[in-house]
């Protein structure tokens, strides 16, 4: 089980302004490293929601409200044993007991797993003696038979045996799966049994494990164990037992993967999209958010038992609404951008939800020429959820952009400027309403309250950005003129010159200033809500955000590039003129 007792401020930068080059356009960002490629003429299979699953994630028979619950379309939970005394991580009193909240997760469609070792009160387990266990084993067998429950998925005969199972008091753990598993199917001959569930997939446990079983005709309907370190190697570890079971001789099973994520992405979108589009490929039955924290918390994407959603719980809705049929998705590397796409039945709405890249970001979407329901032009509504903790509120999703894309070869590409904390999601439909923020503005720095501007008022081209005292001149007047694919060119009324970056450059520090529309991709921007009335106005060509030198609030200062680091000064009100 996951418990928990198991495991900037910008600087300032000496700036010079240089003349912005005339020659051909720099690359222009994303490249082939930061976009997924979905296919959305290739099915990947049935939308289930594989990963929308948790341990401990109910804790009473109503808490969390079903109103919560109910959308994220969860697959199945793994829960206490029914009458169980376990007290993790510190809670004062047992809660998550299977028969309890089986009611609840039966009204959301879901599965419940009973975890047959939180009989026990500590983690790690003390073990008592075989009668002790095989008589907790009969009363918790007893108590499922007759309770009426028909959403019970499995037993759990044990948890973590890799470090949990006490061999020297009760012999070695594939001996002891023997007799517990005898004793479950004595006294129920047709709920299926779960493991080994270890706490990380290793080859030669596994190996070990799955020969002794055979042997003594005891392997699990279920196959189970952990993702406790990453996603990045679940496709291997998935393709490994698989590999396994053929050697074996061994008919293929369904795979539990009980536990995934570490305890710093739980409560996080970006990496958590991750685990879901791998979990998706490789064919995985359920998978199940870990247990660090408290009970009810579905799997930390509530602030806390039964509180309000944080993040990632919008990641999980976004997952949870999918219907139709999961599509192929291919990332670019087992690490980085990674996501998960669907097409519903009617064959008229693709999502995709992503996450893990950081900058300049892409989506693309191939295959469309060949589903009858869209045409020359789609309509794309990009939206994000942001990452603000585990214990911070989030109220909803942010839209960056509701635009319409030219399909092009059957493809389109979206950017999609992105932080690796966050979650992103792109709805894909023939048609929709296009909204865009074109029009004139003044741009004002939330740190500083200080205006966009130019040097001296200044109108020539190379001249820097800077922020200044608020005034009336043409000088502050900002156009924002629409370029597209939900990106904008920002040109300064008093000059008609666009806002750029020196050299096109695309590291931290790269200033801002004024040049003529030469076609190079420093001169497109994305605006990004930050749900509160301001917007990051990320480069298109570096992906960095603009920002203030040193986070100054003196006028003056330089404007320049920098990544996402959470400073205000990277935050900027729009203000109609």
């Known amino acids: 089980m996951s418990r928990t007792s198991r495991r900037a401020a910008v600087g300032a930068v000496a700036l010079t302004v240089a003349a912005l080059g005339t020659t051909a356009p720099a690359q222009a960002a994303p490249t082939s ?10 099915t990947l299979r049935s939308v289930t929601h594989v990963a929308t699953g948790s341990l401990y994630g109910l804790d009473t028979a109503s808490v969390p409200a079903d109103s919560l619950v109910e959308p994220l379309k969860p697959n199945t939970f793994v829960q206490m044993a029914p009458g169980g005394s376990q007290l993790p991580n510190g809670e004062p009193g047992p809660g998550g007991d299977a028969l309890v909240v089986a009611p609840e997760a039966a009204r959301a469609g879901a599965k419940v797993v009973v975890r047959m070792p939180d009989w026990y009160p500590d983690f790690p387990y003390k073990w008592v003696s075989w009668s002790d266990w095989l008589s907790a084993v009969d009363k918790q067998v007893a108590s499922v038979k007759p309770s009426g429950a028909t959403d019970i998925a499995a037993y759990e005969l044990w948890n973590e ?15 002891g799966w023997a007799t517990t598993y005898r004793e479950v199917r004595a006294k129920d001959a047709t709920t299926p049994v779960q493991g080994p569930s270890y706490s990380a997939w290793n080859q030669s446990w596994m190996s070990t494990f799955l020969t002794d079983a055979k042997a003594s005709g005891t392997v699990p309907d279920i196959v189970s164990w952990h993702e406790l370190q990453g996603s990045q190697n679940i496709a291997a570890h998935v393709a490994a037992y698989r590999a396994l079971e053929t050697s074996l001789g061994i008919s293929p099973r369904p795979i539990a993967i009980e536990e995934y994520g570490t305890t710093s992405e739980v409560g996080v979108p970006g990496p958590l999209a991750s685990y879901v589009a791998k979990f998706e490929r490789a064919g995985v039955h359920d998978a199940e958010l870990a247990f660090w924290n408290h009970y009810g918390t579905l799997g930390d994407t509530l602030t806390d038992t039964g509180g309000s959603p944080n993040g990632s719980y919008w990641l999980y809705k976004w997952y949870g609404a999918m219907s139709g049929n999961m599509l192929v998705t291919t990332p670019p590397a087992q690490t980085g951008i990674d996501g ?11 999502s995709v939800v992503t996450g893990g890249c950081t900058g300049s970001c892409a989506v693309t979407v191939n295959g469309l020429s060949s589903l009858s329901a869209f045409g020359s032009t789609v309509h794309v509504k990009l939206e994000y959820t942001p990452s603000k903790g585990r214990t911070t509120a989030v109220a909803g999703p942010i839209t960056v952009s509701d635009t319409d894309y030219t399909v092009s070869g059957g493809s389109i590409t979206v950017p999609v400027t992105m932080n690796a904390s966050d979650g992103y999601h792109l709805t894909v439909t023939p048609s929709g309403s296009a909204t865009s923020l074109a029009g004139r503005y003044q741009i004002t720095n939330r740190n500083s ?16 950005a800077v922020q200044a005292a608020s005034t009336t001149g043409t000088d502050q007047n900002w156009t924002l003129v629409a370029a597209g694919n939900g990106l904008y060119k920002i040109k300064q009324q008093a000059s008609g010159l666009l806002l750029g970056i020196t050299d096109a450059g695309t590291s931290d520090g790269g200033t801002a ?15 990004i809500p930050s749900g509160d009335g301001y917007y990051k106005i990320a480069n298109y060509n570096s992906g960095l955000l603009l920002g203030v030198n040193g986070m100054s609030t003196s006028a003056g200062a330089q404007v320049l590039q920098w990544d996402d680091n959470g400073t205000a000064d990277h935050l900027w009100k729009l203000t109609a003129r």
Do not use: K, R
């Open 513 to 527: 200033l004024i040049w003529g529309d030469n076609g190079t991709a420093d001169h497109l921007w994305q605006l």
């Open 33 to 42: 490293s930061t976009t997924l490629v979905v296919s959305a003429n290739q």
């Open 340 to 350: 998960f796409a669907s097409l519903n039945g009617a064959g008229n709405q693709i």
């Open 161 to 175: 045996p890799d470090w949990t199972w006490n061999t020297s008091a009760a012999g070695s753990f594939d001996s």
């Open 449 to 464: 309250g200080l205006a966009l501007d130019t040097s001296g008022a200044g109108t020539a081209q190379g001249t820097a």
